[in-house]
């Protein structure tokens, strides 16, 4: 079995031992042999791209459609591989059709590439209105977030569709969408999934979760590199979602033969899925992760808010994310002068980066900041350590020491 941690960062990864990596939620990061993989690809396909192009690069994206759809809970036609969850959101808000004043639901917490989206088909004169359900702390169970839907639901008519995030970013709350979801539908409401950050750290089941759509990023937490994602269609509306390229294929009665072949396109980041899923399956298996996983972002996030005398967000340990949790960080970090605010938040992370060689995301709720640690397999309590002792260092250790020789 693979021994994860530090060797495993080392002999699995290629990435750098220069930096200490407590965000792999950001942008994923990929096994070495699941690299190895595409790179093959990439020289099959300069060494001869017209075979490339015409044989071989549709069989490979439709096993790996398969593979995926295998290890998500789909049946194979309802699935489609596609860059990212932006592309995944824009491909289904832009093929459907809205009328004026049909209103989408999201909330305070949506990513700010789906809330930009809408604003944008807005410009265009979709007049779609945007109500937004704002999620406040502290959350005490999971029926308070559907009660809250429903309220919203009950008090705002003409909702075509609520846009539910599985994992969201900011905050890392994994939502109780199997409860949302027969709300939103009960009431004739479509959903779409924004699980950017759910497969390869949540079992999933897409098929019986039973949204309209569902997107997730598979090079988070699935072990692809950059480029691939699901988008997971619900059959009764696959005749009218297209992909956002126009292309070849785009009229075929199929939704596979309509997303695979989008003109000349590097998609080997697509055609790896396949060979990462086998890599996530042949080191254990998701409960082998999780076991690993879950146990060290639960006691990096402990270990932080003593060394700290802070929290972690407050919200139950159900309706936090398996690999992600939000520790709150000293109170001293307000005192450099840098606003409490998404902005800030922002600097505050390329500051930590620039000096201290640790990626780590930064965000900022009610005049505190927060950082959202990541834990995964390459990962070892030395990281957060690391993290722990470099705050300390600079928020708390070096401004005494210069108000000491003023
Ligand atoms: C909740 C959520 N939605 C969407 C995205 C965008 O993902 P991508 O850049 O892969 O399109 C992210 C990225 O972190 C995210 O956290």
Redesign the pocket.
């Known amino acids: 079995m693979m021994v994860f941690g530090k060797k495993c960062k080392k002999l699995d990864f290629m990435l750098t031992d220069s930096v200490t990596f407590c965000n792999h ?3 994923g990061g990929a096994p070495r042999k699941v690299i190895e993989t595409q790179r093959s690809y990439q020289l099959e396909q300069e060494s001869d791209p017209e075979g490339w192009y015409r044989y071989r690069v549709e069989d490979l994206y439709s096993n790996a459609t398969d593979k995926v759809a295998e290890f998500v809970g789909s049946d194979k036609e309802n699935l489609v591989l596609v ?7 824009n491909t289904v808000l832009k093929s459907l059709q809205w009328l004026p004043g049909d209103k989408i639901l999201i909330t305070n917490q ?2 700010e ?2 809330k930009n989206t809408l604003t944008f088909m807005n410009k265009k004169n979709e007049e779609i209105e945007i109500v937004t359900m704002d999620i406040r702390f502290p959350i005490e169970n999971k029926e308070q977030l559907v009660y809250q839907l429903e309220e919203t639901l009950d008090a705002n008519k003409d909702i075509k569709m609520v846009i539910l ?6 905050s890392a709350i994994l939502m109780p969408i199997e409860d949302m979801i027969p709300v939103c539908h009960q009431r004739g409401v479509m959903v779409m999934v ?4 759910a497969p390869g750290q949540v079992q999933l089941q897409l098929d019986q979760i039973g949204a309209d759509f569902y997107t997730g ?1 598979l ?2 937490w699935c072990f692809t590199t ?1 480029g691939c ?1 699901l988008l997971h269609v619900d059959p009764k509306h696959s005749d009218v979602i297209n992909p956002l390229v126009t292309a070849y294929l785009h009229f075929h009665p199929r939704l596979r033969d309509r997303f695979v072949r989008q003109s000349t396109r590097d998609c080997t980041s697509m055609c790896i899925a396949s060979a990462a899923i086998e890599f996530l399956e042949e080191i254990g298996g998701l409960d082998v992760i999780t076991q690993h996983n879950t146990n060290l972002v639960d006691w990096a996030v402990e270990m932080l808010a003593n060394a700290w005398k802070t929290k972690h967000l407050p919200v139950p340990r159900s309706l936090r994310a398996p690999f992600m949790s939000l520790v709150m960080l000293p109170a001293d970090v307000n005192d450099v002068g840098i606003p409490a605010t998404y902005q800030g938040s922002k600097k505050l992370m390329g500051k930590i980066y620039k000096k201290y060689a640790i990626h780590c995301a930064c965000t900022a709720f009610d005049g505190r900041f927060w950082v959202r640690v990541s834990a995964q397999i390459h990962n070892c309590k030395e990281d957060y350590f690391k993290l722990r002792d470099a705050i300390t260092q600079e928020f708390i250790e070096e401004p005494k020491k210069n108000n000491k020789t003023k």
């Open positions: 939620g950001g942008f860059e990212n969850v932006t592309t995944g959101v949506t990513f590439a789906v995030d599985h994992i969201i970013s900011v924004d699980g950017a950050h990023d090079h988070k950059r994602a």
